[in-house]
């Protein structure tokens, strides 16, 4: 028999567990010798590296509209905390502590999360967007990824975007964060928008980085295990120089694995 967690057994027990957690979280980071991205620069840097932008509203959540209106309003007061952040050399970009007050002054409303393997609604859900949308941008540039998590199921359908699939990472702050780490002497910038449907992001630079980074896919494989769907890919990246075009090196950087909890298309070949 599994063994049930103290928080299961005695729920009152869950805030001060997840107080616990974050604590612990910051205080680590804190004391891991990582100098951490804070300075916000007024001005935009000169070169764009890479840019990409995806709608903010999905229909096909099986939810009321008002929890896609609500996580609009919790990108924009995230966005709002790392917007014209700068990633200068040495320096680590965390997700979870450049947002860490995004609701100091207005608070986050009830948007779509995941607890405990079920999709529900929480303050601060959907923040996930940005965190696939920055992932993906990081993707397209030297920074070296320190931690990533991927989402362990797909509820429904994912709105259009330009980024392949398995290209995500989730948050549970306390738990689970998105860190890159500047290891080059280039600085890098984020910067977001928003216009009335989709949210976009940039990452800029000082200077052009002397290679060209691209990000695919590998074989999709969709198989049966204990009575759920799950899916399985490559997600691959390709280096190419700046100037000559010439191939560098392409590199499987990990195989993304996740439940699929929606009815895929009919002609979809499934493993059993």
């Known amino acids: 028999m599994k063994r049930r967690r103290l928080t299961e057994l005695f729920p009152w027990l869950t805030p001060l567990r997840v107080w616990q957690r974050k604590l612990f979280f910051y205080l680590g980071m804190r004391l891991d010798h990582n100098h951490y991205t804070a300075h ?147 600085t890098f910038q984020i910067h977001i928008s928003f216009d009335r449907e989709n949210i976009s992001a940039v990452l800029r630079a000082d200077r052009q980085p002397s290679l060209v980074y691209s990000v695919s896919n590998g074989p999709v494989v969709y198989y049966r295990r204990q009575g759920a769907i799950w899916e399985e890919v490559d997600v691959i990246q390709t280096l190419t120089d700046h100037e000559s075009g010439q191939h560098q090196n392409t590199r499987t950087l990990y195989r993304n694995v996740c439940r699929i909890g929606y009815t895929l298309p009919e002609d979809t070949a499934i493993i059993d």
């Open 40 to 186: 916000i620069s007024e001005e935009l840097l000169p070169t764009e590296v890479f840019s990409s932008s995806c709608p903010m509203y999905n229909k096909n959540t099986g939810f009321d509209m008002i929890y896609q209106e609500n996580k609009v309003h919790n990108l924009r007061l995230a966005a709002a905390t790392i917007d014209h952040m700068l990633i200068r050399p040495g320096e680590t970009f965390s997700f979870c502590l450049s947002t860490r007050h995004a609701d100091r002054m207005t608070p986050y409303r009830e948007g779509l999360t995941v607890i405990g393997g079920e999709l529900t609604t929480a303050p601060g859900g959907g923040m996930c967007q940005l965190s696939n949308l920055l992932f993906w941008v990081f993707l397209h540039s030297p920074l070296t990824l320190v931690e990533r998590h991927g989402h362990g199921s797909k509820d429904f359908p994912e709105p259009p975007s330009d980024a392949p699939m398995g290209v995500d990472a989730t948050l549970a702050e306390g738990w689970k964060d998105l860190k890159v780490r500047n290891d080059t002497d280039y």
